[in-house]
């Protein structure tokens, strides 16, 4: 057999050509076109793939703020309920200290309330006492008993010790000799020359006395010199009984039914011996 060669030379340039045209228009886009979507598909994948790092991260943040949220809400659960206890605890401490103050003001208020209770009616029970008391001596003193009031008194003057007489002598001096002798009846001229006498033996000199006549000192006699008072009368011992049951009852005494000037320091002694001031 033989063999054309121009056949098959044409055939093999045919051959060349057809594969340089399908590589021309046809393999080479196509291949263009795979390249190109093949970076479209890589690109795609880039992107997704930073979109998941993207997505993976903010899950990753979210879920870090959700654990510190629920780090913080359980930490400010903690501290409002901590506090809400604490806050109860001292409401109920100082409501049972607001209890136990009114408590106390409500007992001090009712003792209060006691005690004036029963110091108005001591008060009351001694007045009535008293009053009775005085208006009995008064009504029993009389001139004869005055009498004897006076001689127990000139007994008293001379019982003066030694310091006491120099301090009624100095008294007297004090006053120039303005003496005042006081009793609730007039003294009859035998009682009162022995009371000058008296005088005169105390301050050694003849003492002539002023006399007054006071209703109000039941059954004794004051004398006043140089801003001193030495008395005796049974209404200094109403008064000085008076001042006791005062003292003992919390109370400042009443005073005293004889009339007095301003207060007038009284002789030590005086006051010693009994109902004197």
């Known amino acids: 057999m033989l063999i054309d060669w121009f056949t098959v030379g044409a055939q093999a340039l045919n051959f060349l050509i057809l594969v340089w045209l399908l590589k021309r228009f046809l393999y080479q886009p196509v291949l263009n076109a795979i390249s190109v979507r093949e970076q479209r598909i890589a690109m795609q994948l880039a992107d997704a793939a930073s979109k998941e790092a993207a997505a993976t991260k903010e899950r990753d943040e979210f879920d870090r703020k959700n654990r510190e949220f629920d780090a913080q809400r359980a930490a400010l659960l903690a501290q409002v309920s901590e506090q809400a206890t604490l806050e109860h605890q001292q409401l109920l401490e100082q409501a049972h200290k607001d209890a136990d103050a009114l408590r106390s003001r409500l007992a001090d208020l009712l003792r209060s309330e006691q005690q004036l209770l029963s110091g108005e009616l001591a008060r ?52 120039a000799g303005a003496v005042t002798v006081r009793s609730a009846f007039e003294l009859p001229a035998q009682q009162r020359a022995a009371i000058e006498q008296t005088l005169s033996e105390i301050c050694g000199a003849a003492s002539r006395p002023s006399y007054e006549t006071v209703p109000g000192l039941i059954s004794g006699l004051e004398l006043r010199a140089g801003g001193r008072k030495l008395a005796w009368s049974i209404a200094d011992y109403l008064a000085e009984l008076e001042k006791k049951v005062g003292d003992i009852l919390g109370s400042p005494s009443m005073p005293a039914p004889a009339p007095a000037p301003a207060p007038i320091p009284t002789l030590a002694a005086a006051q010693a011996s009994g109902g004197s001031q």
């Open 124 to 175: 009351r029970t001694r007045d009535e006492v008293l009053a009775i008391a005085r208006k009995v001596l008064a009504d029993l003193a009389t001139a004869s008993l005055e009498d004897s009031m006076a001689g127990v008194f000139v007994e008293r003057i001379r019982a003066l010790s030694a310091a006491d007489r120099k301090l009624l002598a100095s008294a007297t001096e004090a006053a």
